[in-house]
């Protein structure tokens, strides 16, 4: 018996596999790697997770925050050691190779499972991912266990109905690993749709209806929460995050002579906007920032200055730091299409005199601007600069820059 069951499991190649894609994450992390972005990642994963552990809410609906939550717990435990959440991910990111020599193995063979087993240990770009803090890296074994749950799923529809291993029990480990993943990754939301109409198309019986509703239902709980954050954000309703219609864009770019490469498409040009924007004109500006740590000593108050194209009347509003520095409040926005333009000025002491500086360092004479417009595909200045100054204040430095010297 005990020779039968190892005879009919992985391989020692699988296990080697997974053994090679650890050490390799661990090359990645400790010795080099060629991303650029260093242990701290992109999409600031990082600062978000660091909030989470010191107690601070998700702060944003920009990106979708399992990664997030995936790091803060090390964070809290650990303190701020990037390099213990980058070894766990580089662990699990390891159990690929298991993964897709089991959902190879029933869906073509042996062979083409060990074969595709050892080429993904080796030749995975997300062990190289895995040595930084990008959300790919815990996403994409996720999805590789979704993938495989679904498939087992689909074969074991003859099994009784709350069994171990049935295709109820797996239809809803399915669910619930669909409904993390789209967390992990917002491309993925139109995943779980996908795969309930391939279940449909298979297999379409009456007990097969109840385990894509018993799938789709269980998919939704688990990405309710954030819908519901999303919700209370901003008043909107967003399954996703707002960077998804972003990552749309660029997959429209990639199509024909430009499969391969979407930046060399013209529309590319179209990707970024030149203006900071926000097409939100009905529930409160978030404005959120901190200062240099060498700062918050010297610093004795902070304000925000701001005035809209509405409004060139200057509003000054106190600010209240944490002990780190950062802080965060709201303003009321003003009514689409306007423009809202803004500096902050930290009073500081040093050496016995009192100073202020400004940021961006001219103030008023160049602040930053960010427009408030619904028309996402027209011209965004909205006012068509001179909003740029407060009233009077642009002719007088007309004035100054024409006087002659």
Known sequence: MLQRVRANGPPAIVYGACAVTF?????????????????????????????????????TTKIMWGYAYFLAPWYYLFGDRPWIPLVAQAAINASIPLIVYHLARH???????????????ILSFNTIYASTQAADAICTPIVAALMLAWGTALRRDGASNGAAGSPAALFATSGILAGIAYQFRPNLVLLPLFL???????????????YVILFLGLCTAAGLPWVVHAYRST??????STHGGRQLW???????????NWFANPRSVFGDAYLEYTSLDDVPLVVSGHLQPCAIADARSVELRYWTSRDPAIRSVPITTDRNGAFELSIEPPLAPAAVSYYFVVRAERNGRSIDVMTPERGRE?????????????????AGGPHLYPTGLKDALLSRTTKPA
């Not at 869906?107 to 240990?121: K, M, Q, S, T």
């Not at 008043?235 to 996703?240: D, E, N, T, V, W």
């Not at 660029?250 to 391969?260: A, S």
């Open 107 to 121: 869906e073509i063979g042996d062979r083409v499972a060990i074969v595709a087993a050892a080429l993904a240990g």
């Open 235 to 240: 008043g909107l309703l967003i399954p996703a």
């Open 23 to 59: 050490a390799l994450g661990l090359f990645f992390i400790f010795v080099w790697t060629p991303l650029p972005w260093g242990w701290h990642g992109i999409d600031f994963y990082y600062e978000n997770a660091l909030a989470l552990a010191r107690g601070e809410s998700f702060g």
């Open 250 to 260: 660029f997959g429209t770019l990639q199509t024909g002579p430009f499969f391969d």
């Open 366 to 382: 160049d602040p930053r601007v960010l427009e408030v417009s619904r028309n996402h595909l027209g011209d965004l200045d909205v």
């Open 196 to 210: 309930a109409a391939l279940t449909l198309a298979v297999r379409r019986t009456a007990k097969t209806v109840r």
